[in-house]
């Protein structure tokens, strides 16, 4: 994926651009906002990550403004250190596809770009989820393992949904309360960790292979057993 | 002590002296032109008309005749001690009248003049009125003006004194009235100077209820503020100080233990790992700290819109089922119907969660937390309501400042933050957060206006 980087602070612009590259990324670093602006309705990108504060006269939202009034549906991550509610919903009605509040942890920043860029392609149309021998169907509501059906509450058949749909990815925990409760602040203690136990409990027990992954310091990945980690 | 140009009562007795003066001045030749002016005016009309009158009755007859008269005028004792007539003969010569010295000839003819003169032995300043009669003899007709001249000086004394003790007045009044400024305006200065010293509980004294008494009990009232103010950040920097230090040792610790011993990569990862999440957990502090400064700056958002509290009760408790059942406890709801405020739903589920995560941890086992809304006509409110040991009365007022906790919940996982943005957000919603022990435990609700009945989005 090519990714372009708009971001001024050099130690933020590396630790960006080098997790990327590890990721199998194509990264263009850009360190301020004239130059951001040009690179952005230029070329041709498969996501953009945005500072909102840059050098150079142009800020982050007027590229976001300026993009979308060229018709370009390009996704834009911001990161950015202004992080009050008011910031954050003016930066997603410039046109921006999420807001990530500085410091972050790069994993969630991957996990939200690989979210992003998931979105971007069309596998929603489908009508069966599989990952290994976890079947979940979307029409009737029902979650099969090894031909042994599973009885989820209906939040727990989202929760899976939502981990099928990002097989191999990682998702934190901010991401499962986004896309299954539809609330973003930060979940405190560990209310996400036993829901997902919960559902663990219905899906892994009882077989040799786990299909939910728990990632140290990030979250949750569901992929095939024993499938190494790229964090 | 205070330097006299700058004292704002000296300048402005002073300004108000030279007003005074000013219009004492006015008066004063209003006054002058009044008396004096009149009084010669009325000299000059008499002289013109005696004037007239001789003339016009002795023009056809002998000098001699007229003379004959104007002796009978100045032995008649009427006015005698101011006219004046002379008859001088064409060749210069006295004929008769009361004047020993008169003006050169060269003195213009039928107009009053003023002119020093000696009449009766002695010298005066008079008014004069010279015609040449029809045989060249001159006729001189005038009055003495020492007795004007003696009004005009008793006037102008009178003035000078009256002036003189108008300004005299203004600069004891200027005294006077910036003593007392300085009496009322003393006592704010002086408390002014003491708090600058660092005696912040000081407080001017009120004496009564005027201008001054109503500027210092508002610069009263500002100065409580402040020092409220203050004594929050001195305990927010020493809570931070304090409660942030603790966890930066222990990173610091692990990570240093890390390196000085065998340093397999399973350890040193181990070590970042631990050291990520305690840099985590201290961020989230930090984001917290700002977002109750924003709160209580009292910025209020313009993106507030209707929100279903029933709504977010519920999703709250579904979110902290599988926790509560892990915990032992019963979670369950209790809803009026169509509860709506106006305001952001993720920062009141957070408070909702984090009032909900409290109630779990500290009722412990066993217990049962119930999460409701209420609503009448002026108020909404979201309760939650547990069967705990509740909070010791007297530290209720004290559990939402920052980084309070208290001793019997330190053992438990917690930074002191979580009522402080929940009392935080509730003041953000232009609503308050009150907590309360009732019979079977605590009860917490966030109190808030009610949303218009029309606008039921959401």
Known sequence: MRCLVIEDEVDTAHYICKGLREAGHTVTPCGNGLDGLHFATSEHWDVIILDRLLPGQVDGLSIIAKLRDLGKKTPVIIVSALTNIDERVSGLRAGADDYLSKPFAFSELLARIEALLRRASPSHDATQLQVADLVLDLRTMRVERGSHPVALQPREFRLLEYLMRHEGQVVTRTMLLEAVWDYRFDPQTNIIDVQISRLRNKIDKGFAATLIHTVRGVGYRLAPGGAALNV | ?458
């Open chain 2, 1 to 458: 002590m205070f330097r006299f140009q700058t004292s704002v009562a000296v300048r402005l007795v002073l300004g108000y002296g030279l007003l005074a003066t000013a219009s004492i001045a006015v008066a004063s030749a209003i006054f002058y032109l009044g008396t004096i002016g009149v009084l010669d005016q009325n000299v000059d009309d008499k002289i013109v008309s005696i004037s007239k009158r001789l003339i016009d009755k002795f023009q056809a007859r002998p000098v001699e005749d007229l003379c004959r008269e104007i002796k009978l005028q100045l032995s008649d004792k009427i006015d005698s001690d101011r006219e004046i007539f002379l008859v001088l003969s064409p060749s210069g010569h006295r004929l008769t009248g009361n004047l020993s010295t008169w003006p050169s000839p060269a003195t213009p003819l039928d107009r009053v003049v003023t002119r020093d003169v000696v009449r009766e032995g002695k010298a005066v300043s008079a008014r004069l009125l010279m015609h040449r009669l029809q045989n060249a003899e001159l006729l001189i007709v005038g009055r003495d003006l020492s007795e004007h001249i003696t009004i005009g000086r008793l006037v102008w004394r009178a003035l000078a004194v009256g002036i003189t003790i108008s300004l005299l007045l203004t600069v004891v009044g200027a005294l006077f009235f910036r003593h007392q400024i300085e009496a009322r305006i003393g006592d704010i200065r002086r408390t002014a100077v003491e708090i600058e010293a660092g005696d912040l509980t000081r407080r001017i004294p009120i004496s009564s209820d005027d201008e001054f008494g109503l500027l210092s009990r508002e610069i009263n009232h500002m100065l409580d503020r402040i020092e409220h103010l203050m004594e929050s950040t001195r305990h927010v920097s020493n809570a931070i100080a304090h409660d942030l230090r603790t966890p930066l040792g222990r990173i610091r610790s692990k990570l240093d233990d890390a390196v000085r011993h065998d340093m397999t990569v399973e350890i040193l990862s181990d070590a970042a790992h631990d050291a990520i999440e305690g840099i985590d957990d201290l961020i989230l502090v930090f984001e917290k700290l700002l977002q109750i400064a924003e709160a209580e700056s009292g910025m209020r958002t313009k993106l507030f819109e209707t929100v279903d509290l029933n709504r977010i009760a519920l999703d709250m408790v579904d979110l902290y089922d599988a926790t509560a059942e892990e915990r032992q406890v019963i979670l369950k709801t209790s809803l009026k119907d169509a509860v709506f405020a106006h305001g952001d739903r993720n920062l009141l589920a957070s408070a909702v969660a984090s009032l909900i995560d409290n109630a779990i941890k500290y009722a412990g086992p066993g217990a049962t937390v119930e999460v409701g809304t209420l609503a009448d006509d002026h108020s909404v409110s979201l309760v939650v309501r547990d069967n705990g040991p509740g909070i010791p009365q007297e530290y209720l007022p004290k559990v939402t400042e920052r980084f309070y906790r208290l001793d019997q919940s330190r053992s438990q996982p917690g930074n002191g933050l979580g009522l402080s943005i929940v009392s935080a957000i509730a003041t953000l919603h232009v609503g308050k957060l009150i907590l309360e022990n009732d019979t079977h435990g605590l009860i917490a609700r966030i109190i808030l206006p009610p949303a218009e009945a029309s606008a039921h989005s959401r």
